[in-house]
């Protein structure tokens, strides 16, 4: 892959044409795929796919396509040439974009990081194994991502990069299952052996009667999976440059100092430790690890090359979408072992889901829990609940009434594959939460 994206940009180099400038994103993987059900491979396959998108640009005029390859570059190269001038034909059509900006200070850069990843065949055998006997869903997906960046000044960068993600749920009946996940960087058939083994007895608590609790404010304890959620709102705008200078960042009211969060959170984008590249499609790279929220007090925004143009500010390596790929949320003191017992009385929420904001401006988020959430009384899991809405601001939960953290941080991949694996993760702790607001 890496040889045949170094041939394009060098045809691509060769093919323009006085007064023109280009930037090309490639994109690409090599990834094996296994859907289970009932605890059966029911679907084994490969892909292998690429990707290359270019822009052209003339002056402050530009024009972008996109090209799926077959990843060998005789087979490539010939369909440049037409997509140059199909793209030669728009510019003259398009206006000037007055928020074009693209790197032109040379950085070429190469990450190659191999995974300890078993064959696909030994990984799918470690998991029948696992999960003999019960009623598993899930879907395996592992291997190669590829990522580079050229443009015509000489820039070079690549990024590649072995993982694997296993999303699995085990159900009990109708909607009562367990939802668990195992994604990293090296197997391991213990640690997947371990999992399923805590989700097995998460399993057998769901076989009580289910409880439903009255609406009302309750101490819980939620999921790393569950932060996740919570925290992809907070990804969601909050920290954008441009929506804090638009005033539409649900985080606006941190950032013009009226509320501050708990002490204990601090969180950073870690662009040196996730899938992610660590370079985005204008050229410009990004920080090891940039700092958005520290000791609860505001850090950086993800400030994208157009954000920098419109407002006169300095890049600092985000993507068109200013939201953070990489994100890695610091723990606390609380031990996997300790959790129940902290909680004492109240909710273990193992997911949440369908969550969207009720009141942007004041962070306030709704959603439903989902599968494995439990009543718990004296440190322990006496009964499931049924699904049950919360609605509460993230002012509150990660503010004043966030007790402690997990001290151990998972690594949640993104399981996305609508048209790619996905690159975005997270390292995410669990959460002592008091006075958690359940609606209905």
Known sequence: ??????ELAAALDRALQPGETYTAYFAAEQSDFVRFNQGRVRQPGSVAQAELSIDLIRGRRHATCSLTLCGRAAADLPRLPGALQELRALIADVPEDPF??????????????PGQLPPAERAVDAIAT??????????????KICRGFANSFGQRNWHEVENFNFDWSL?????????????????S??????????????????????????PGRYSAYLSPAAMQELLDMLCWGGFSEKQRQVKQSPLQKFYDGQLQLSGMLTMAENAGGGVAPAFQGEGYLKPASLPLIAGGLPGSTMISPRTAQEYALAENGADGD???????????ALADADVLGALGTGIYIGNLWYCNFSDRMNCRVTGMTRFASFWVEHGRIVAPLNVMRFDDSLFRVLGPNLEALGATPELLIDNHTYDGRGTSSARV???LIRDFSLTL
């Open 1 to 6: 892959m890496e040889a045949c994206f170094h």
């Open 100 to 113: 074009l900006l693209y790197a032109t200070d040379v950085h070429s850069s190469s990450s190659k990081r």
């Open 130 to 143: 696992a999960a003999a006997g019960l009623d598993m869903v899930g879907i395996y997906a592992a291997g």
């Open 171 to 187: 159900y009990h009946r109708s909607d009562k299952a367990v939802k668990s996940a195992y994604a990293g960087f090296a197997w």
């Open 189 to 214: 058939d213990a640690e997947l052996g371990g999992r399923m083994e805590a989700a097995r007895v998460h399993l057998e608590h769901l076989k009580a009667a289910p409880r439903t609790l009255d």
């Open 322 to 332: 200013e939201a953070p790929g990489s994100i890695d949320m610091a723990g606390g």
């Open 429 to 431: 702790p669990g959460a």
